[in-house]
């Protein structure tokens, strides 16, 4: 009640959980492909070396937040390009560019003047001190997300589930595939503020593969996420607020929590089914 009587009068709340939910959008548009492309390496790898572009932008006077953009769509491409043609060194060369993109950032940080809070704040998130440019930036990412996904949906469900019937039908995988790893880039940028830098991963996968666990329609696993990421974002918000610890943390903990008990729920479950379906057997035998 302390929560939601103070959402009634602070604008910093407001626009906290305004934040959450455009992030939730991107949890269920990009989530739900990373989980079922199993690409969540790859996708970490774009994160990290996002810090460089960061470091960079501090250092040279710009937003660190466009920095971040421009770093994760140029390791995104360059993550897929190696995704693409060095299969049998995918991992060590991503995380090369992982560790080079952190090392930059860092050397880049030591050399900017004052203890720069802005970039701590992109690392470890800090949603309530979200700013209304801000929350203009995540609905623009956001309807970048949807409208192209919405444009090209069947073309990336082609490629993300039989490549070789894409390339018969003459569509261009390796470039629906980077356009993907582009959009992940977004979502990655989308997701900082929220929960920062270290804990993108898990808001991106988590939601996506607690809603996996129930649905298994591409639409549906979307909406699903996205439903979850609303529920997520804004039960850690509260919980946040109520108790003053780090939103961003809280969040990760209470989807990593559902994720755990959704997949404890459906192992029982399906082990349930199984006893059932072997007392059964048992019991058409003993009656023929």
Not at 48 to 74: K, Y
Not at 110 to 120: E, H, N
Not at 226 to 252: F, H, R
Request: aromatic content about 10%.
């Amino acid at each position: 009640m302390d929560f939601i009587e103070a959402l009634m009068h602070y604008e910093f709340l407001q626009r906290a959980l305004i934040a959450g939910l455009l992030a939730a959008v991107g949890c269920g548009l990009i989530g739900t492909w990373v989980v079922v492309k199993r690409i969540s390496f790859v996708a970490g790898g774009i994160a990290h070396a996002v810090l460089g572009g960061m470091g960079a932008a501090l250092f040279f006077g710009f937003s660190p937040l466009a920095g971040a953009l421009a770093a994760a769509i140029v390791s995104a491409l360059l993550i897929g390009v190696i995704s693409l043609h060095w299969k049998e060194r995918e991992d060590t060369l991503i995380s090369a560019i992982w560790a080079i993109g952190m090392a930059i950032g860092i050397l880049f940080m030591a050399a900017t003047p004052g203890y720069q809070v802005d970039l701590i704040s992109y690392l470890f998130g800090n949603i309530l001190m979200v700013s209304s440019t801000h929350l203009w930036i995540m609905i623009v990412l956001d309807l970048i997300l949807a409208v192209t996904l919405f444009m090209f949906h069947r073309q990336f469900e082609i490629v993300i589930f039989d490549e070789e019937f894409a390339l018969l039908r003459g569509v261009p995988v390796t470039f629906f595939y980077l356009l993907l790893l582009c959009l992940i880039a977004v979502t990655v940028v989308l997701l900082i503020q929220v929960v920062g830098l270290i804990l993108v991963i898990a808001l991106l996968t988590l939601p996506a593969a607690i809603a996996g666990q129930f649905v298994h329609t591409l639409s549906r696993m979307m909406i699903a996420a996205t439903l979850i990421g609303v529920l997520v974002s804004t039960t850690g918000l509260a919980v946040s607020y109520e108790t003053d610890l780090p939103t961003g943390a809280i969040i990760t903990l209470i989807a990593a929590a559902l994720y755990l008990c959704a997949s404890l729920g459906m192992a029982y479950r399906k082990k349930r089914h199984k006893l059932q379906a072997v007392n059964a057997a048992g019991v058409n035998n003993g009656a023929a």
